[in-house]
């Protein structure tokens, strides 16, 4: 019976952690049952264990209890016997200890019948000094400082979304400090939607709505995070609906995120989508290089102060920058590993090192986009055939298709110039150069070629 509920979690779990991230961390680990209010893994290295412990436990933790299953703590233990780790080049054996690791949980009242806060500990490393800025998230964040700043609340709500690991919650937390630093006093309340049922569900067993109400609609500014959690969960639904508007009324600030636009939660009321969209709805891009190169710098020179003896070589994070384009916890934990590793063997962190050590990550994050993917989606979504798009013709409307195709096809493949134009119905790779330059002016002009190819590149990469 007991891993009937790990498969319900895991399932669970597969919907707010990417699948390379699942791959990564969770899948190698042995679920052993539960004791005393203990959830018992074993895992192949104490690195893993650590690691999972400290990134995921709180969130296995809450996908155990949003199945119905209360436990207090999740654990650890290594087996060196066991080998299947996929990991296993990342952390020789040698170094592993026989130890066991588990976590207290921040949120202590989650197994308790009275709530005494309900909100969900702000993470230290989330500031808005620690962001990096660049161009797909400068929006984002220009929205989250002006509403940190706490002027008079001009768009309500700020909605953010955006895929996996590119910030919201970072953002979110952001605003938390900043608000609670210029106005001390001010009530500020952050939760996960999930969360946020949560406590819905518990108020309704223990007939406390009256609290449950109060609570949430005395705050000043109010931040759900991940409210997709709560499509097609109907009276969690409505009662978040009364919630907000409450707060509107009041003209308290209030900050949603979710991971895609308001119009696109499948299971969500319509009324509740356009309250979310009637505020401000800002995008959060998927990385582009130089963000994700600055975010690297940045996080390796925290890392370098807390491994001073570790020496890093030119080019690795540009090597990262550009092979590990999923998202950037996946980049942030390379760069732990990587440390970590270096730090354990005493070496220096150089290209050859990092083949190594990040086997599987480079491995999972190779791009699986195929120029033919390319082509189908396209053609899809112009409602164009195939062949139109290898054809000669040169109508419009079947150009400016290709064009973006050719587009897609040179920014989310390695394919070469020559390659790409033989592939688009044997064209001249000047041709694939002509397509790239005008798509690129075209986003900047004309929102409909952005739209479309941002969309287009979010269904191809997903
Ligand atoms: P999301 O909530 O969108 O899934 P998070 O906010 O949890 O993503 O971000 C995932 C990780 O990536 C966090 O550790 C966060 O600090 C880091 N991160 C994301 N974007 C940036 C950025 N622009 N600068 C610095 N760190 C970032
Ligand atoms: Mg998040």
Redesign the pocket.
């Known amino acids: 019976m007991s891993n009937n509920i790990w498969e319900s979690v895991c399932e669970g779990l597969l919907k707010t952690v990417s699948k390379n991230e699942f791959n990564n961390w969770i899948q190698p680990l042995d679920f052993q049952g539960i004791e005393d209010g203990v959830a018992n893994f074993v895992a192949p290295t104490n690195f893993i264990g650590t690691w999972v412990l400290r990134n995921y436990g709180e969130m296995i933790q809450r996908h155990f209890i949003s199945e119905g299953t209360i436990i207090d703590r999740v654990a650890f233990h290594v087996d060196n016997s066991i080998s299947r780790s996929a990991l296993k080049s990342s952390t020789s054996s040698k170094h592993e200890i026989q130890k066991s690791v588990s976590l207290k949980v921040s949120d202590k009242s989650l197994s308790e019948t009275q709530s005494v806060l309900p909100v969900a500990p702000l993470d230290k ?2 500031t808005f000094d ?5 161009k797909p ?1 400068e929006l984002a964040h220009a929205a989250s400082r002006r509403v940190a700043e706490g002027g008079p609340v001009t768009f309500n709500p700020l909605f953010l979304y ?10 979110m937390h952001a605003i938390a400090w900043e608000t609670q630093r210029r106005k001390p006093g001010s009530k500020v309340i952050y939760l996960s939607a999930e969360q946020f049922m949560y406590r819905f569900v518990q108020a309704l067993r223990f007939k406390d709505m009256l609290s449950f109400k109060e609570l949430f609609r005395s705050v000043d500014l109010l931040m759900v ?1 991940d409210v997709q959690f709560i499509a097609g969960k109907d009276s969690t639904q409505d009662e978040f609906f009364h919630t907000f508007n409450a707060l509107v009324d009041q003209n308290k600030q209030i900050i949603i ?1 979710a991971d895609r636009a308001p119009g696109e939660i499948d299971g969500l009321e319509d009324r509740i989508k356009s309250r979310l969209q009637s505020g401000l709805v800002v995008d ?1 891009h998927p990385t582009d290089y130089e ?1 994700r190169l600055g ?1 690297l710098q ?2 390796a020179e925290k890392h370098a102060g807390h491994y001073p003896e570790v020496n890093m070589t030119d080019g690795v994070l540009e090597f990262l920058a550009h092979r590990i384009s999923t ?3 996946v980049l ?1 934990g390379a760069l732990t590993r990587l440390f970590a590793f270096a730090s354990l063997v005493g070496r220096e962190v150089n290209l050859d090192m990092v083949q190594e050590c990040l086997a599987d990550i480079l491995r999972a994050s190779d791009r699986k986009v195929t120029i033919d993917e390319i082509i189908r989606k396209v053609s899809d979504h112009y409602n164009l055939r195939m062949t139109d798009i290898l054809s000669p013709r040169r109508a419009r409307t079947v150009a400016r298709p290709r064009q973006v195709a050719m587009f897609l096809a040179k920014t989310l493949t390695s394919k070469s110039l020559p390659e790409i134009g033989r592939r688009f119905g044997g064209r001249d790779h000047t041709t694939v150069i002509h397509a790239v330059k005008k798509i690129e002016e075209l986003k900047s002009i004309d929102n409909q070629i952005a739209e479309d190819v941002e969309l287009l590149r979010r269904m191809l990469e997903a």
């Open positions: 490393r989330f620690s962001f990096v800025i660049g998230n955006g895929g996996v690991g590119l910030g919201k919650t970072h953002l995070d995120s959060l963000l975010i940045s996080k998202n950037v916890r942030e």
